[in-house]
C-alpha cells in the first residue's frame, strides 16, 4: 500500500492485486483520527492508518509478504515502477530505464541523490542491493525473482547495467518494480546478513517518500515525510503516518466506528466489510483483483512424501489430487467470503493474458464442483489406505480474520468425504513464515498479491525448481517452459507456453488454488473519483474536506 497526502488535498492509496482486502478512508484528510487541521496542505496533519497485517522483517532481502511491502514501499527507493495508470514500467528513482542492448538493462541515475541520513545514493547502492539478496537468498525473500540476472556493472555514479543471462527478458523490468528492486544503503546494510529492524531506523537508512521515526515491531510505526525524496511520486503534504496494527480484524473494525483511524486495510472480515457498507459515512466500493488463496504441498513431508518412512510418488500425488476433487469453491466463496471471493481452478486469475481452468476438468467433477467417488477411486486406484492423515496449517492473523472459518470448512470437506482424517492447526504469521520454509509443514495455507502485473509472477514464484515455496516441486519441462516464456519476444507464443505452464502444472499439484479475491474497499462518503487502474491498484483522486 502506498499513502500520499498531495499538496492539492489529494488522497492517493495504491493497493496492488489486493484481492478482498478491505480499506477504509476518513472523509478529510487527517481524518476523525488525525491530529492535524484537515486542509490538505502543507503540515495537513498527521494521518492515522490501522491495518491486522504483519511485517516479517524491514529489510527487503527478508521478506516476500504484503505487511512488510506495505513499509518499505514507503521508505525505500525503487529505481521503476508502474504508472498509476496502466502497466506501463516508468522511471521512478532513475532517470531513465531501458534496454540498451538483449541482454542489458540501462538504468542513469540522477547526480545529487542523497539518503535522509546525508549518505550518498549513488550506483554503488543499487549494485549492492541486488549483490546482497542474492547472497542472503533468505527463504523468505524473494531473491529467487533475480533468477535471469547475470551481473551488475557500475561504470559511473550514476550509471548501472544489469547483464542478463538469456535475451529478451519481457519481465525483468517489472521484476525491479516488486520485492526485490528496493534500493538499500551499502553504508549501513549488512552485505551478507539480514540487517536488523532497529539498526536499519537508527541510521534512519531511508531513500523513499518516507522516513521512519519510531519502530515498535507489529505494534506501531510513526513515518515522516523525506524531505531528501526523489521519485515518481509528489512529495508528502502530512506531518506523517502512525501505522498501528491490530491483534484481531474485530478491534479495527471498532476503531474505524469510533474515528480512531482515518484508513483501514488488510484485512476486515467480508460480515465487517458488509456491515461497514451500511454506515451512511463510508462507501463500498470493488471490483476485480489478483489476489489468489491456495493449498501448498511440501513434496518431502506430505503423505508420502519423499522423506516420509512410506515416501511413494505415485501414493502422494494421488493424495493431492483427491484433495482436489474434495474442495469445495462455491461453498467456501458463499459461505465464509459472501462472493468477495471467487473460485479458481488454476494458476494464472482471470483478467491476465493466457489464463486458463486447467483444474476444472481435471478434478471433481469436471465442472467445478467436487466429487467425493472419483477421489475415492483416485486413492484406491494407488494403493492408498483410507483415511488419510492429512496435517494442515494456516496463518490466523496474515489472511485475514475468516482463514479460521476457510480452513474449518476445508477441514470439513475432506473429512465428510470419509477419506481424510485433518489435523488442522493455526500459527501466526511470523512464525509461520519461518515455519513453512523449513519443512514443518506438510501442507499449508498461502495467498498471492502479485508483485506486477503479469501472468509471469503467478508461475515464476512457484515453480521454477529454486522458488520461493521452497516446497521441492521440481519439474524440468516446467521450468524449462517458465525461462522461455519470459524471453519470448512473440506475444501469442508466449500466451501459448503459459497456458501449457498451467496445464503441466495442474497435472502435478504442486499447489490447489481455489480462490480469487474481489478488490474491494470501503471510503468515507465524501472521498470521490475511487478508480481500479490496469495494475490491479485502487486509486483516490481529490476529496472533498469536512
Given amino acids: ?222 513515518f515522516a515525510p523525506n524531505e531528501s525524496y526523489q521519485g515518481l511520486l509528489d512529495a508528502a503534504a502530512n506531518d506523517g503516518v502512525i501505522l498501528s496494527y491490530y491483534a484481531e480484524s474485530s478491534n479495527l473494525k471498532l476503531a474505524v466506528q469510533q474515528g480512531d483511524v482515518d484508513v483501514a486495510y488488510r484485512s476486515l472480515s467480508a460480515t465487517d466489510v458488509e456491515d461497514l457498507g451500511k454506515n451512511d459515512k463510508v ?92 477421489a475415492k477411486a483416485t486413492l484406491e486406484a494407488a494403493g492408498v489406505t483410507t483415511p488419510v492423515s492429512l496435517s494442515l496449517q494456516y496463518s490466523p492473523d496474515h489472511y485475514g480474520p475468516s482463514s479460521g472459518d476457510e480452513y474449518a470448512l476445508i477441514k470439513s470437506q475432506l473429512e465428510d468425504s470419509g477419506l481424510f482424517t485433518v489435523d488442522l492447526k493455526s500459527t501466526e504469521w511470523v512464525q509461520y513464515s519461518k515455519d513453512r520454509t523449513a519443512d514443518v509443514y506438510p501442507a499449508y495455507q498461502l495467498g498471492w498479491f502479485p508483485d506486477y502485473s503479469d501472468a509471469d509472477n503467478y508461475l515464476t514464484p512457484f515453480f521454477l525448481k529454486e522458488n520461493f515455496l521452497g516446497n521441492h516441486y521440481d519439474n524440468a519441462e516446467v521450468n524449462d517452459l517458465i525461462l522461455k516464456q519470459a524471453v519470448e519476444p512473440d506475444a501469442d507464443t508466449r500466451t501459448a507456453d503459459i497456458e501449457k505452464i498451467q496445464d503441466l502444472v495442474a497435472q502435478d499439484l504442486s499447489t490447489v488454488p481455489y480462490l480469487q479475491g474481489a478488490q474491494v474497499a470501503v471510503a468515507g462518503t465524501s472521498v470521490d473519483g475511487v478508480t481500479l487502474d490496469a495494475s490491479f491498484k485502487l486509486r483516490f483522486a481529490p476529496i472533498t474536506n469536512n
Wanted: include cysteine; proline fraction near 5%; hydrophobic fraction near 35%.
Fill in 283 to 374: 462507501q463500498v466500493i470493488d471490483g476485480p483483483g489478483g489476489e489468489i488463496r491456495y493449498i501448498v504441498f511440501n513434496f518431502n513431508t506430505q503423505p508420502y512424501g519423499a522423506t516420509t518412512a512410506d515416501a511413494d510418488p505415485a501414493k502422494a500425488l494421488a493424495v493431492r489430487q483427491a484433495v482436489a476433487d474434495l474442495i469445495d469453491r462455491d461453498a467456501i466463496s458463499d459461505q465464509v467470503y459472501k462472493g468477495t471471493y471467487t473460485p479458481l481452478y488454476s494458476y494464472v486469475p482471470e483478467g491476465f493474458a493466457g489464463a486458463t481452468e486447467s483444474l476444472k476438468g481435471l478434478y471433481g467433477d469436471g465442472n467445478g464442483a467436487p466429487d467425493a467417488d472419483k
Fill in 1 to 222: 500500500m502506498s499513502l500520499h497526502i498531495h499538496s492539492r488535498g489529494r488522497v492517493s492509496l495504491a493497493i496492488g492485486a489486493i484481492g478482498a482486502t478491505s480499506l477504509i478512508l476518513a472523509g478529510c484528510a487527517a481524518g476523525g483520527g488525525g491530529t492535524g487541521d484537515g486542509d490538505g496542505g502543507g503540515g495537513g496533519g498527521t494521518v492515522i492508518v490501522g491495518t491486522t497485517d504483519k511485517v516479517t522483517t524491514l529489510d527487503p532481502a527478508g521478506s516476500y509478504d504484503n505487511g512488510s511491502l506495505a513499509v518499505q514501499t514507503q521508505v525505500f527507493p525503487y529505481l521503476v515502477n508502474t504508472d498509476y495508470n496502466s502497466t506501463e514500467v516508468v522511471p521512478d528513482l532513475a532517470e531513465s530505464a531501458e534496454f540498451t542492448s538483449p541482454t542489458e538493462y540501462t538504468v542513469t541515475l540522477p547526480a545529487g541523490l542523497k539518503w535522509a541520513n546525508g549518505n550518498d545514493l549513488t550506483s554503488a547502492d543499487v549494485k549492492f542491493s541486488f549483490d546482497r539478496n542474492l547472497k542472503i537468498a533468505d527463504p523468505n525473500g524473494a531473491s529467487s525473482l533475480l533468477y535471469n540476472l547475470d551481473s551488475i556493472d557500475t561504470p559511473d555514479d550514476t550509471t548501472v547495467v544489469f547483464h542478463l543471462k538469456t535475451e529478451n527478458d519481457q519481465v525483468f523490468p517489472y521484476i525491479l518494480t516488486s520485492f526485490p528492486g528496493a534500493i538499500v544503503d551499502d553504508e549501513v546494510f549488512s552485505a551478507d546478513a539480514l540487517t536488523p529492524d532497529q539498526d536499519i531506523v537508527d541510521a534512519n537508512a531511508f531513500g523513499g517518500p518516507y522516513t521512519i521515526t519510531s519502530w515498535d515491531f507489529n505494534k506501531t510505526v510513526e
